[in-house]
């Protein structure tokens, strides 16, 4: 497609599950991008990618998070042993290189 | 690491009025400052950029400022309307590295027609 695709656009859990979050960029684009929103808040780094470099991992809050881009092209986000703190908006985004960051519509994670 | 810092938190404007939004950066090497619209529901969207070899940019009714030396920039918006109603993002990287962007803590915009 166009634009970067991000599956679920909903999720709700419960503490203690694992879940998966998945992004497809744009095709093409080498650079993607995981951010999470809480509610009425800001954009956090998370981790990013970019071509066959080692990911940066610098903004993932805990060891409870993980993140893998297969191919250079999908991403899944994973976040096991989920936390009420969890629930937020992950939103991915991809890029070429000097460019802007196309974002997707991103996963609503609900903890409960 | 790079800080971006942006006010006002929230901005309330009359239908037509202009709108502005200041951010400030800490790091002296950062060299691209996109910004982004975000509406209710969805992902923030690019909306104008700017890189450190410019000093402003326009586009329609959107314009960005940059002073590199006091390390602030802003988005102007003139004659807004109730569309431009959003959260509004100010960002800061380097370009050439493919740095991560930080981004500013938002500004909610309220056009009030």
């Known amino acids: 497609g166009a634009g970067v695709s991000q599956s679920p656009s909903n999720k709700v859990t419960e503490k203690g599950k694992d879940v998966e979050l998945r992004c497809d960029p744009i095709?093409?684009?080498?650079?993607l991008y995981w951010y999470r929103q809480s509610l009425g808040q800001g954009l956090e780094f998370l981790i990013y990618?970019?071509?066959?470099?080692?990911?940066?991992k610098s903004g993932l809050p805990s060891d409870r998070f993980s993140a893998e881009r297969t191919g250079g092209s999908v991403s899944t986000l994973t976040i096991q042993r989920t936390q009420q703190e969890d629930s937020a908006v992950y939103l991915c985004a991809s890029s070429l290189r000097g460019g802007g960051y196309t974002f997707g519509s991103g996963t609503r994670l609900t903890v409960v | 690491g790079e800080n971006v810092e942006q006010h006002p938190s929230t901005l309330s404007v009359q239908e037509g009025d202009s709108a502005v939004i200041k951010c400030t950066y800490s790091?002296?090497?950062?060299?691209?400052f996109p910004w982004y619209k975000q509406e209710l529901g969805k992902g923030p969207q690019l909306i104008i950029d700017i890189r450190s070899n410019v000093g402003e940019k326009k586009d329609q009714r959107i314009a960005v400022t940059l002073n590199k030396t006091a390390k602030h920039f802003s988005l102007h918006i003139t004659e807004t309307q109730p569309e431009d109603s959003a959260v509004y993002f100010c960002a800061a990287s380097k370009i050439a590295s493919y740095d991560k962007v930080i981004f500013g803590p938002g500004t909610s915009l309220s056009v009030i027609p």
């Open positions: 790091d002296s090497a950062s060299n691209y």
């Open positions: 095709s093409g684009h080498t650079a």
């Open positions: 990618f970019q071509g066959n470099s080692a990911p940066d």
